[in-house]
């Protein structure tokens, strides 16, 4: 069992969900049940996922959490495209939250891979 907490993806992933959720605030009011929802319940599976996979008892079924949490990683990342260009999203905050995204996918990759390759997951 891991401890979540602890985990830099989980935490970077807590910060990306607050920052979607400022964001998120100023989408117009009609986008409500439509892109927000979508955005912010992508941004929030992100770390909930790493949360929930870190409580499972093997290497393998956490692993599959965090390939859930890099899915929806990418998820986020094609819905802050939509609403840039939809222009709900100036680009330069678009940019920060791609960069985040980014950063946020390349660790759980990388996290996924090295739970993959430990010997107590076969």
């Known amino acids: 069992m891991h401890r979540f907490k602890e985990l830099k993806v989980w935490q970077e992933a807590m910060e990306l969900a607050k920052v979607v959720y400022a964001t998120t605030k100023l989408f117009p009011a009609e986008e409500k049940f439509g892109l927000t929802s979508q955005i912010n319940r992508a941004a929030v599976s992100i ?50 939250l791609l960069e985040k995204t980014d950063k946020i996918q390349r660790m759980l990759n990388s996290f996924r891979m090295t739970i993959i390759k430990s010997p107590k997951s076969n």
């Open 47 to 96: 770390p909930s996922n790493i949360a929930e996979g870190s409580g499972r008892s093997t290497d393998k079924d956490f692993a599959q959490f965090l390939n859930i949490a890099l899915g929806s990683a990418f998820e986020l990342e094609t819905q802050v495209l939509l609403a840039n260009s939809f222009g709900f999203i100036p680009a330069e905050n678009a940019t920060t």
